[in-house]
């Protein structure tokens, strides 16, 4: 008898963080439903205190991306990401946004992978966080 593995993805490890609870919910199920596992952050600051290297992992993050509200972003915690994305290796920031705030001079500071905007289409949505991080398989 011959047995064969079929590789396991490894999921993208995505840090959320989004203002309407009902969205942040949807999108997290969304996400999770393809693969992605979800962590949900209360604040802004557990935003900026996870988008840093962990010491669990060496200088490597703790997660693939970052998915932020806009409207969460303030002058401060901007420039708080800035300066982490500065001084060490920090998952790309992906901002969803309905206002055109994230054309704004302050935002400018910060490196934006992608800006998505709301309504927000589960596809068009995916696709754009696999070309970020595609999804990757286990090596055994």
């Known amino acids: 008898m011959v047995v064969t593995t079929v590789p396991k993805a490894i999921p993208i490890r995505v840090l ?4 309407e609870c009902e969205l942040g919910a949807w999108l997290k199920r969304s996400l999770e439903r393809v693969a992605y596992e979800v962590t949900e952050c209360a604040c802004v600051t557990d935003l900026v205190r996870h988008c840093g290297p962990s010491t669990e992992t060496g200088d490597l993050p703790l997660f693939d991306l970052m998915l ?6 303030g ?5 708080l990401i800035r300066r982490e994305q500065h001084q060490r290796r920090c998952p790309p920031l992906v901002l969803i946004d309905e206002t055109g705030k994230a054309g704004g001079v302050w935002f400018q500071r ?7 905007d709301k309504p927000l289409g589960i596809r068009k949505y995916v696709s754009q966080l696999r070309e970020l991080a595609p999804i990757r398989e286990l090596k055994r």
Do not use: G, P
């Not at 002058?75 to 420039?79: L, P, V």
């Not at 910060?110 to 998505?116: F, N």
């Open 16 to 19: 959320l963080a989004e203002s």
């Open 68 to 73: 932020c509200d806009a409207r969460l972003l």
């Open 75 to 79: 002058k401060h915690t901007i420039e």
């Open 110 to 116: 910060l490196q934006i992978s992608a800006v998505i």
